[in-house]
């Protein structure tokens, strides 16, 4: 079961594939079946394992602040709020 | 409140407190220095800002960023240093920012010399910065009126939301002359609702003269023009001495119409039907006025301590009806009544010839 | 085979999302341009020291040209290189607000050299954040005073000689020589590690003015993949190889008083 999640607003994104090469599950891919209004083809999701780990890594590095990022609130683990 | 014998550089800085200037940023600069050196010790005494910039460059933007947050801003300065501040007026002008700039001209072009002068009148009146826009322009010739139109700069440069330049010369900034002070003014503690002060319980405020679409800023200089005409229909000021039955209209402004006065007198006592027309304001130019005057009048003689400049607003509000003949001096030469006499009297002469 | 998940499970709460001071529109930058980073952590450090409503931006002539429409705080656009000496006029006035500027290199470096260095020199209650990609952005990428010996640039096309153009200016090193100075730090937005340093750096920073000690400058080393040719991965490489050997990151003077507000951040 995933322990995250993220959404990337496709309006937003500008598919500069940063979030896809910081990725440390190496789940995230630029949709090329998409294009947003502005052209671009958007980031998004690809985690059909669950690998997700919610560490925000992707939203850190996205200039343009697309992504928002979901943790399981696991009490023991303590996730703390990030950055 | 009581005469005082001032220095002009004095009585416009202390004109200025008490009109309620809160911030004021500057350059030393001769002939208006004192102005500056007199705030040093003035505004921190009351508490308000004071501050030597670098370069006029820094002190005019200084001075834009005092604007933006709503207070009362000024600076001053002198030819060179007002020619520095041209990029930060216009961004001043084109933010609808109130604000009041002092020139205190001196002989040019280049570094010229410290002699008075009035060889910036394009510079203010035509092109204060780049784009389309007049700043207001003062043009005080004693001590008095360099208080008093300080003042009237403040109200007119918040009243429109303008610039405001106080268009004096180092004669104007170094003599002393008894004149009387206004009462000192509180800082006003309100602040515009569109200044900058920190977006607490509102939408962000934005002061920015950047428009990018090419519709926008024709909007933006629109709005320019509506406040330039308005203040074209109501701001005009002028003085006069001896036109209701002047044949030759003698046109001077600051220093140069003061000494022109002395000339008229003289013509007068000789006899010769001469009158001064005094702009007051040197934008908006007194066309109305001076247009009317030409109706009676044989021709004008306009006196200026430049190569002639305020000529042009003076030939375009007389359009060709009657001559328009010059006297003036250049690089800091201070024209002598007699000599502008003499002047006055040649082109009178010329009546007489065309019969 | 699991379906991906579409939607957050019920388990699941937001930890990382679009800050606040972030205004929600878009941005012009080019794609992968570590300027919108520089606004996203700008925003999330307005947002964690909750004083947005206290903000004021001074934006500058270059990318960042539009920097006041993307802060949800009020903003002003200064003259290219004077927003030092705006946000002088601002402080100034109004010295409880907190006064920000936020600088390419040509604006910062080039044309407001003078501005900054005695912005500085003053010891402003100001704070800069100066982004440093080493070109020109806004007008096509001509040569910066931070571009590199060699590099080649639309205005230095055969790549920047030291005899006709001298050598890259380092301004964290010049500031942190004036005794205005209270925290002079350069960092960088390469990878993670780096973005999230440039965040406390930044919230230091901030912290630096809200305790009005001096002049606080954060020098971020920026990338600018397209007038650099460079995809946005290559671009961070860039920096990492190329622009940090020559403006090697750290703290180039952080006064104790600034040092003991970095610990309690």
Partial sequence: ?83 | MPKELLKGNIAIAEAAVRAGMQAYFGYPITPQTELLEYLSARMPELGRTFLQAESEIAAIHMVYGAACTGVRAMTSTSSPGYSLMQEGLSYIAASDLPCVVVNMMRGGPGLGNIQPSQGDYFQMTRSAGHGDYHPIVLAPASVQEAIDFTLLAFTLAEQYRHLVILAADGQVGQMMEPAELPPLLPVAEERPVWALTGARGRGKNIISSLHLRAEEEEIANQRIQARLLTICANEQRSTEYATDDAELLVIGFGTAGRIAYSAVEAARAKGLKVGLLRPQTLYPFPEDRLSRLARQMRSCLVVEMNAGQMIEDVRLAVAGRIPVRFYGRMGGMVPMPDDVLTAIEEAYALHAAVV | MMQALREPTAEMEVIYQHPAALSECRTHYCPGCTHGIAHRLLAEAIDELGIRERVILVAPVGCAVFAYEYFEVDGCEAAHGRAPAMATGIKRSCPENLVITYQGDGDLASIGAAEILHAAARGERITTIFVNNAVYGMTGGQMAPTSLLGQKTTSSPAGRMATLTGYPLHMCELLSGLQGSTYIVRRSLHDVRHIRQAKKAITTALRVQMAGLGFGMVELLSSCPTNWGLTPEQAMGWIETKLIPQYPLGDYKVTDEAKALEKAG
């Fill in chain 1, 1 to 83: 079961m995933a322990h995250g999640m993220i959404i990337v607003d496709e309006a937003h994104c500008k598919g500069c594939a940063l979030c896809t090469t910081a990725c440390p599950q190496q789940i995230l891919e630029i949709d090329t079946q998409t294009l947003n209004d502005r052209g671009y083809h958007p980031a998004h999701l690809a985690d059909p394992a669950g690998r997700c780990t919610g560490c925000a890594i992707c939203a850190v590095i996205c200039p343009d602040a697309c992504i928002t990022v979901y943790r399981e609130a696991r009490a023991k683990q303590g996730g703390g709020k990030d950055a």
